[in-house]
C-alpha cells in the first residue's frame, strides 16, 4: 500500500511540474520537460572537454611554431585540452615514437597528425583506432586507411602550378632553377613537386630544372644545400622552395654569395621570416595559407569529430571562415603571395 501511494505521488509531481513521459515498447521512458526532450546520453557525448593532441612533422620551425599558436588559440576558445608535441627532427621513426607515447599514456580523444611519411606511419595510427582514438591528419596525409579525413591546406595542383608560375615569371621563363624540398618522403610535398614538374613540362619549354635536394625541412641542411646548388651551378637562375625552411635558407646563399638580382627566390614560407628578404629584392615572392589558421582548423575539426560529426562543405568555421570538402578531404582556401609591397600587412 505504501508503495502504491508513493507513485501516485510520483505522478502527480510530474503532472504538475508540466512534465510527461514518453516511451515506446523499444525504447526507454524519458521524461519530457517544457516540451524539450532529454534523452539519455553516453558519458563520452555529455563531457565538455575532449583531449585533443596534435602532432607536426616536426618542433621548433616558424612554420610549426605558427600552427601551434593557432592549436593553443583554439584550444582556449573552444575549451578542448590539447597537447602540440612532435619530433625534434623530420622523420618518421621519431614521430612514431612521439605518437605512440601519446596513445599510450595520454588517455586521448583525438589525434591529429602532419605526416612524415604516408605508408610507415600506418600501424601506429591504426592502432589508435583500434585502442578508440579517433584519427586524422593535417598538412600532409597518409594513406586513406590510416585517419578519417585529411585537412590539407590548399588544392595540390593549384599550388604546385602556381609555385612554377611564380618563378617563371620572374625569369622571363627561361634559364636554369633547382627545387629544394622538405623530407622526401612527405606526401604533401612530392604532390607539390609533382604538379610544379607538370607545370614546367607543359609550359616551360625554355627553362631547364637541374636538381631536386631535399632538406629534411632543416634549416641548416637547407642553408648547405643551397650554398651547393649555387656553387654547383654558378649559373642558376632561380630556385624554387617547396617547404618553410628552403626560402630562407636559400635568400641567405644568395646574399652571401652575392648573387641578388642573378638568381630569383620563389616558395613556400611565412611571412615573418622573409621580410627583410622580399623588402631587400632577395626573394621575389613567397606563398603560403595561414598556419595559424591551419591549427586552429585542426583543433575545431578534431573536436567536432570528437562529438560525433565529420566536416561538410561549406561549412563555416568561425576564426577560418568557409572550408571545402571533398571525398575524405578539407581544403582550408586559397593561397596567399607574399611581396615587399604586402609582407608587412602579415604576422606569422
Known amino acids: 500500500m505504501q508503495r502504491k501511494y508513493l507513485l501516485i505521488g510520483v505522478l502527480l509531481a510530474l503532472i504538475v511540474s508540466g512534465c ?8 526507454p521512458y524519458h521524461v519530457v520537460y517544457s516540451s524539450e526532450e532529454i534523452t539519455e546520453q553516453t558519458e563520452y557525448q555529455n563531457r565538455s572537454t575532449y583531449k585533443i593532441a596534435i602532432v607536426p612533422k616536426v618542433m621548433n620551425i616558424p612554420y610549426f611554431n605558427a600552427v601551434e599558436q593557432g592549436v593553443m588559440e583554439a584550444g582556449d576558445d573552444l575549451q578542448v585540452e590539447v597537447i602540440y608535441q612532435g619530433p625534434s627532427v623530420a622523420n618518421a621513426r621519431q614521430q612514431i615514437e612521439v605518437i605512440n607515447q601519446l596513445v599510450k599514456n595520454e588517455n586521448i580523444d583525438v589525434l591529429a597528425v602532419s605526416a612524415n611519411d604516408p605508408e610507415q606511419l600506418l600501424p601506429s595510427l591504426k592502432k589508435a583506432e583500434q585502442m578508440g582514438v579517433k584519427v586524422i591528419t593535417w598538412d600532409a596525409d597518409t594513406a586513406p586507411e590510416g585517419r578519417s579525413f585529411f585537412i590539407n591546406m590548399v588544392q595540390d595542383e593549384a599550388l604546385g602550378r602556381h609555385l612554377m608560375d611564380t618563378l617563371a615569371w620572374n625569369i622571363d621563363e627561361k634559364g636554369k632553377f633547382a627545387i629544394m624540398t622538405g623530407a622526401d618522403t612527405a606526401a604533401n610535398l612530392n604532390e607539390w613537386l609533382y604538379w610544379i614538374n607538370q607545370q614546367h613540362q607543359e609550359f616551360y619549354p ?16 637547407a642553408y648547405t644545400k643551397a650554398k651547393e646548388l649555387l656553387a654547383k651551378y654558378p649559373d642558376l637562375d632561380g630556385i624554387i622552395g617547396n617547404s618553410s625552411v628552403a626560402p630562407p635558407a636559400a635568400a641567405q646563399a644568395v646574399l652571401e654569395e652575392e648573387k641578388v638580382g642573378e638568381v630569383a627566390i620563389v616558395g613556400l614560407s611565412s611571412p615573418n621570416p622573409m621580410n627583410e628578404y622580399l623588402k631587400k629584392d632577395v626573394v621575389q615572392v613567397v606563398t603560403l595559407w595561414s598556419p595559424k589558421k591551419l591549427g586552429y582548423l585542426t583543433v575545431a575539426l578534431s573536436k567536432q569529430l570528437a562529438q560525433g560529426d565529420l566536416p561538410y562543405d561549406n561549412q563555416e568555421i568561425s576564426g577560418v571562415g568557409k572550408i571545402s570538402v571533398m571525398n575524405d578531404t578539407v581544403i582550408m582556401g586559397e593561397p596567399i603571395d607574399f611581396t615587399k609591397e604586402n609582407v608587412d600587412q602579415y604576422d606569422f
Not at 625554355?206 to 641542411?221: C, G, H, I
Request: net charge negative; glycine share 4%.
Open 20 to 27: 510527461n513521459m514518453k516511451g515506446t515498447s523499444k525504447e
Open 206 to 221: 625554355d627553362m631547364q630544372l637541374v636538381e631536386t635536394v631535399a632538406a629534411n625541412d632543416d634549416p641548416q641542411q
